[in-house]
Each structure stands twice: as structure tokens, then as C-alpha cells.
């Protein structure tokens, strides 16, 4: 597994991505996420500097596309600007040269459960219709696991999605804080963090754990799930039994920091993975 950032790191001098990308290596992390919460706005010859300066400093890239994605919209026109922002995050991730593109998918609102998946789906396939049509072909979507019971994305529900669409264009990101938070706290042992990896090899076969893309943060929670981002000092979920997990169901991929102290946190993360590995 490798670490990195979910968007600049705090330390870093520049407010820059391309500075960004150089400083995570400096600080000795593999990965770097851009983070596009409102717009997915980077020039292309700017998203080319970055995916060469990703490439200099041997930096693995993925961008989160903005929050303001609802698949599941009974809207025409919110669905069709949910998938012309995902399309845009392709866009500037393909011109750096490819990556995993984290979505957040919607709320269930008036849908059960079984029209949801089919919308999704729906939305899904017509957005990688269009990467085709396009040529990118470099970044794939990555839809993520999500942290309140309200909205779409349980971890069955995304593999399901990756079995039917296709594993090699669809990889869900595992958001392992969202999963303890959508649960009310239920991730409290290794054998729950097991049992993630079990279920994705149950449904993509022995490949789903080699090919991992996770975010990890503590998080605090209520009944209705997520509430915010914590250091993973808060143990909530535990790192370290995810780190024993990792190891024994030999897991590989990249883990991404959500923390409010992100590179502290992400370094934190490599060392105590480093630990489990012996």
C-alpha cells in the first residue's frame, strides 16, 4: 500500500497542486489526490504540468470530483450536471495522465433501493459512454463508499456495480471512516475490516483486493451517520487493525488522507503499515 494527501498538503508554501504534488514527495507519501469540491476547474496545459511533475516525483494521482453529484435525482437537469461534472474531473485527470475519478453518487430520496442502483447505473454507463467517445481512457470512475445510511454507495452496491459494468473501467474507493459512520460504529475489530475484503472478493474475484483505492479518516458519527472528519488519533475507526488487515488479506492499492491534519496523518498511516508488515 502507499499513502498520500487529499489535496494540498497544510505544510506546504505554494497553494498550488502542481507544488502540491512535488511537496508529498518531499515528504516521503506516494499519492495525491486533487480535490475539486465545488468545480472541476484546471486548465489542461495546468493539469499537464501537474501529471508531469506527478511523474517526475513518482506520484500515483486521483481526483475527487465535486460534492454536487446526485445521480439519483428525480431532476433531469441535476442528473445531466451531475455527469457533466464527473466528465469534467475526467477531463483534467486524463490531461494528467490518469488516475482513479472518486464520486460520490446521491441520496436515495423517493427511489427504494433497486431503482436507485438502476439509475446510478444508468448515469454511470452513460458517463463512461461519453470518456469513450472522447478517448479518455486513462481515468477511470471510482465511485465511493458513503458515509450516511440516506445516501447511495454500501459497499455491495458499488462492487455489484463493478461486476456488472466492467472492473477494469469501474473500481469503487473505499472510504473505510464513511463505512464505520454508515454502520453507527460497527467497525471496532480486525474482523470487520476482514470482512470488507472478503465481500470484495466474493463479488470481483481475488483481483478487488490488489487493486485498492481508500480513504481513511477518523469520524465522528450519530444515527443518521457521518457528521465530520477527524484525526486518526480519535481511533474512530482504528487504524491500526485496518493496517492488520491489509497485510494479512494481502491487500494493495493506495490510501488516501482525509484527516484535518492530512500529511501527519497520512505519514502516521505509512509508518503504522509499515509496522503490521514487520
Keep these: 500500500m502507499i499513502f498520500g494527501t487529499a489535496g494540498i498538503p497544510l ?47 513518482k506520484i500515483t494521482l486521483s481526483a475527487h470530483a465535486p460534492y454536487y453529484i446526485n445521480l439519483c435525482s428525480d431532476e433531469p437537469d441535476k442528473v445531466a450536471a451531475s455527469k457533466v461534472r464527473i466528465l469534467d474531473t475526467a477531463r483534467i485527470l486524463e490531461a494528467a495522465g490518469g488516475g482513479r475519478v472518486v464520486v460520490h453518487s446521491g441520496y436515495y430520496g423517493k427511489l427504494d433501493r433497486k431503482k436507485a442502483y438502476e439509475h446510478v447505473k444508468e448515469g454511470y454507463l452513460d458517463v463512461l459512454e461519453k470518456m469513450k467517445n472522447e478517448g479518455i481512457h486513462k481515468a477511470i470512475l471510482a465511485p465511493e463508499t458513503t458515509g450516511k445510511p440516506s445516501a447511495f454507495g454500501n459497499l455491495e452496491e458499488l462492487y455489484a456495480l463493478a461486476d456488472e459494468i466492467g472492473f477494469e473501467r469501474f473500481k469503487p474507493t473505499i472510504d473505510f471512516a464513511h463505512l464505520h459512520a454508515r454502520q453507527n460504529g460497527a467497525m471496532n475489530a480486525k474482523k470487520d475490516f476482514d470482512r470488507i475484503f472478503e465481500t470484495i472478493t466474493g463479488l470481483v474475484g481475488k483481483e478487488g483486493p490488489k487493486n485498492l483505492h481508500c480513504h481513511f479518516a477518523g469520524i465522528q458519527y450519530s444515527i443518521k451517520g457521518e457528521i465530520r472528519h477527524l484525526t486518526i488519533d480519535a481511533k474512530s475507526p482504528d487504524f491500526s487493525l485496518l493496517a492488520r488487515s491489509l497485510v494479512d488479506n494481502n491487500c494493495s492499492g493506495e490510501i488516501i488522507s482525509e484527516s484535518p491534519n492530512i500529511e501527519t496523518d497520512a505519514l502516521t498511516m505509512k509508518r503504522e503499515y509499515g509496522k503490521a508488515l514487520g
Aim: glycine fraction near 6%.
Design 11 to 57: 505544510t506546504c508554501p505554494e497553494r498550488d497542486s502542481r507544488a502540491g504534488i512535488a511537496f508529498v514527495r518531499k515528504l516521503g507519501l506516494d499519492a495525491f489526490e486533487f480535490e475539486f469540491v465545488h468545480n472541476a476547474s484546471m486548465a489542461q496545459a495546468k493539469a499537464t504540468e501537474c501529471g508531469k511533475a506527478a511523474k517526475e516525483n
